[in-house]
């Protein structure tokens, strides 16, 4: 009986491990487009459900009898599900989580991020521009900015937007987006207070 074992030779070994190689390398673009894929459909539906939410404030706004608030619409608030919600008193859409003094004009970073964990139930985390402690703790970061369509050119005092962006499409960005950045750097969306619109900008692929 022959007892001797037989293994791979060196040229099986090397071919396999080419034949591994190539495997490797048709894969690999396909699980990057699958991780933007997921980054882009991420982003896309949470700006969808606070779209949704910020109608349904702005819905229960009108309901309520359009309540004014204080000076330029400060103070105007909502209770949403036991929630309190401030809506700028001239429009009716949602500018702080916690803030009597927010308006459309005067939001800030962040009302920005108390807006979100108000205004969705079972909100990601976020946090604000400014915030102690690392983007890598939060889903989302945020930040508030000029109308980058100018509302003044229509007559109008000028109002500040809110922008969300996916964290993870940020990270190892330095430093972190602000202002307009948003129109070229990762994956964001931006709510504007002043008519409740929400717009989604995806930069990561």
């Avoid at 034949?19 to 894969?27: E, N, P, Q, T």
């Amino acid at each position: 009986m022959d007892k001797r074992q037989h293994g791979f030779t060196i040229i099986e070994l090397i071919i396999v491990v080419v034949i591994l190689g190539l495997l490797a390398a048709s894969a690999l673009p396909r699980f990057t487009d699958v991780t933007a894929d997921a980054e882009d459909s991420a982003i896309e539906g949470v700006a969808g459900g606070f779209a949704s939410a910020v109608g349904i404030v702005r819905g229960e706004w009108e309901l309520r009898g359009r309540p004014k608030g204080g000076t330029n619409g400060a103070g105007a608030q909502l209770q949403m599900d036991g929630v309190p919600v401030y809506v700028d008193g001239d429009t009716g859409y949602p500018v702080s989580g916690n803030n009597s003094s927010a308006t459309d004009a005067t939001l800030t970073n962040a009302d920005c991020r108390t807006v979100m964990t108000a205004i969705l139930q079972g909100s990601p985390t976020v946090m604000a521009e400014g915030d102690s402690g690392s983007i890598d703790e939060y889903r989302y970061y945020t930040y508030a900015t000029d109308d980058p369509n100018g509302s003044a050119a229509q007559g109008q005092a000028a109002n500040q937007v809110c922008v969300y962006y996916l964290v993870n499409t940020i990270k190892g960005v330095s430093p972190l987006p602000t202002g307009n950045d948003f129109q070229t750097v990762g994956n964001s969306f931006v709510y504007n207070p002043r008519n409740g619109g929400v717009n989604v900008f995806s930069n990561n692929n």
